[in-house]
């Protein structure tokens, strides 16, 4: 495949090359390392990570000092690829165009005559920029091989972890009262926003005979209303009991049924329509 | 590092084990070699292997996968002091989710995303479910039939309370928090020891 | 097994260290001991255990979270005799990303991309998450606010370094780039070992 060159038609490449002076010296001809075989673009684009990349490889591998880039025949030269690409159609990144449209424009305005109140010599050179960010992507570049190169876990080595003799019991968190009560009160800083809970001891004591309750008739059978007072807990305990079946009747929990005056009266869990005693 | 003496094999055989995850057959520490010894060859460079750390508070065991380092079970007290460091924590959602059942029972997961203003996964209740701490007591009669939770005898137990009642009472935390008033803040240090009082 | 010498207390610290399923610092291996001997004498004895095991296919290193036994990287050819499936292996795009995470953190994709020239995909940075080198440590305020990329603990402890300080310092270039005279990029001659506070 003949590559055609993006240069002006009365330069040859040789010519091109000679206009650019690489340390002082005119450049006769390319080195031969900026050539790469043409089929070769599609292994080359894979290698690559970007025209970053390319543009380094053409530069370290030419051995140009890269503070002091020739701009014409590296454009052509990249040109050259961008150009063997997309003749190959290859999927070419839109970045590589858009780097081919920077160095042209670098390369042009470096024809440009400097105007003479451009004093800050290195600022006003064109390529600053494009230096600066070869020379930043190729220091990433290299920390990115020395970063592989560090010994990894798992390829180049291996904690070492022996087997500890006898299994350890699992600890459970410890929780004590004041953490309740911490939690607690963080519930209800949050709560406040909304409303207000009043939760009091009295009513505390009748939840608990709630969830008692709850439990006596969790098989979901029914059990005679009777069987729900302890005596012994006195007529204090009596009433908060009272109050707790009431609470739970009223929060539809229990189910209360009495088949004729006097019978002795059922409860049960809601929800359980089965079995009648 | 090219072994080549048997006491180089010795090292590599060693590396091998102390690195494994798992017990280590000898079929597969004879793959370990350029050139395969034989069985016999590793077994005995093994044994003498488990002489070498004789006196160490690591041990080669033969088990039934094969070989393998283990400390050994004397060393056991000292390992154990590094545990009492990390004695795990249960997170704010279990904390408010047990305090919620534990003062507002029997309640629904729907009540406790109710107050908490969050909602609350299944981890949660299932963390203090699988503690002993709440348990399911009934269904509330609504469509879904939502269980209803409730603390244990077992969570009596472990607070070391007789009853709910003897639960921290919530309306002096209630007036408490009334005096400080904070917006935002949550309760300093010093409401905190005022709650220990009461 | 009663230790009483320094040598008997080196042995329960090499121990609990080939024992550990993580690094230990120093003020938890402190724990192990009877009487706190105090930071010093821990690492007085830590650094004879590192040497005693110099010779060795396994070695002691102090890393993020502390110290701990690994095997040295010399006798991995011969481990990975006996493994079935290989470390993977990451693309230039992964390696060269995680490079400027690391060494410019915390960074945006933008960022990323503008340093390598060319777009990055969202399959690289899912790579380095979910292998749990990277995260979002948070969202730059501009526009959009795209997420902040830092290095994790995790690929510092995977990586054997016990801070980014250790990353391998940045090839000179540098300070060849302070000739060019930059914008933006304060000349320093210790900004490689300054990554960590850029």
Excluded at chain 1, 26 to 43: F, G, K, Q, R, V
Excluded at chain 1, 126 to 144: F, H, I, S, T
Excluded at chain 1, 205 to 222: N, P
Aim: net charge negative.
């Amino acid at each position: 495949m003949n590559l055609p060159l993006d240069l002006p038609p009365s330069e040859t490449p040789e010519q091109a090359a000679a206009v650019a002076r690489l340390y002082g010296e005119p450049l006769l001809s390319l080195p031969l390392d900026l050539y790469i075989p043409p089929d070769a673009l599609e292994i080359i684009l894979d290698a690559f990570e970007g025209p970053l990349d390319l543009l380094l490889y053409l530069i370290r591998k030419a051995n140009i000092d890269i503070l002091d880039i020739p701009m014409a025949p590296l454009t052509a030269q990249y040109l050259e690829y961008v150009e063997a690409m997309r003749a190959s159609n290859l999927e070419l990144a839109a970045e590589y165009l858009l780097m081919a449209a920077m160095l042209l424009e670098i390369k042009s305005r470096m024809l440009l005559p400097r105007p003479p109140r451009a004093v800050e010599d290195e600022d006003a050179d064109p390529r600053a920029e494009l230096v600066r960010r070869l020379l930043e992507y190729e220091q990433m570049k290299l920390a990115a091989a020395k970063i592989d190169a560090q010994p990894r876990e798992g390829r180049d080595f291996e904690w070492i972890g022996v087997l500890v003799a006898e299994k350890v019991v699992e600890r459970l968190p410890e929780v004590s009262l004041h953490d309740l009560q911490l939690a607690w009160l963080k519930i209800v800083r949050n709560a406040r926003l909304n409303r207000h809970h009043t939760v009091q001891r009295e009513e505390l004591s009748v939840r608990e005979h709630m969830t008692g309750i709850l439990r006596r008739l969790g098989g979901g059978g029914f059990v005679v209303f009777d069987a729900l007072f302890d005596r012994s807990l006195g007529a204090p305990g009596l009433v908060v009991s009272f109050l707790a079946i009431l609470e739970l009747v009223k929060e539809r929990l229990v189910d209360v049924t009495q088949s004729a005056a006097f019978a002795p009266i059922y409860l049960r869990l809601s929800g359980h329509a089965a079995d009648e005693p | 590092m090219q072994p080549t003496s048997p006491d180089d094999w010795k090292r590599v055989l060693e590396t091998a084990l102390l690195g494994a995850q798992a017990a280590l057959p000898v079929s597969t520490l004879r793959l370990l070699f350029d050139q395969d010894p034989g069985p016999e060859t590793v077994r005995r460079l093994l044994d003498e292997l488990r002489v070498d750390w004789e006196d160490r508070g690591v041990e080669l065991l033969q088990v039934a996968g094969g070989w393998r380092f283990r400390t050994r079970p004397e060393y056991q007290i000292y390992l154990d002091r590094l545990k009492q460091e990390r004695a795990p924590k249960y997170s704010r959602a279990v904390l408010e989710t047990l305090a919620i059942v534990a003062y507002r029972q029997p309640v629904t997961r729907g009540d406790i995303e109710e107050i908490r203003g969050v909602s609350v996964s299944q981890g949660v209740i299932r963390t203090l479910e699988s503690r002993g701490w709440i348990d399911v007591v009934g269904h509330r009669d609504v469509p879904g039939r939502p269980a209803l939770f409730a603390t244990t005898r077992r969570f009596l137990d472990e607070m070391g309370l007789r009853s709910l009642t003897e639960l921290p009472p919530l309306t002096e935390i209630e007036r408490i928090m009334d005096l400080v008033d904070l917006p935002h803040t949550p309760p300093t240090e010093r409401s905190a020891e005022n709650v220990d009082q009461d």
